[in-house]
């Protein structure tokens, strides 16, 4: 397996262990493709839920951007509901897991179509 099949399944064994979801494979797997070399840095792989800059650029980068969506207080609304799901305590929140779940809060799978 490559390194970015490894992380998928990485990823899928979070979506499974701490949300109890069972993941969509593609659809992770083309979220994760979609963030690019970010996943192969410790530091960019994850997101600061704390860092309030950090969500506003998820907000920009990832939901107006990537998913074409209209700003609007729904959008942080989206970010922190997928952050309190994911786990306040849980210290590293995936970026590929984050972004896969707010593809499917707002129903924009075809976006990776």
Do not use: W
Request: hydrophobic letters at 35%; charged letters at 30%; proline letters at 4%.
């Amino acid at each position: 397996m490559s390194k970015r099949d490894d992380l998928i399944a990485k990823y899928a064994a979070d979506i499974k262990e701490k949300l109890g979801q069972t993941p969509d494979m593609d659809l992770l797997t083309k979220v994760t493709i979609g963030c690019g070399p970010s996943i192969y840095n410790a530091d960019s792989e994850t997101v600061a839920a704390s860092d309030k800059e950090e969500l506003e650029r998820v907000k920009t980068n990832f939901l107006i951007k990537k998913l074409g969506l209209a700003d609007g207080p729904n959008l942080m609304e989206a970010i922190n509901k997928v952050i309190a799901d994911y786990g306040t305590a849980n210290r590293n929140k995936y970026r590929p897991v984050v972004y896969y779940l707010l593809t499917k809060h707002f129903g924009k799978e075809a976006v990776y179509g």
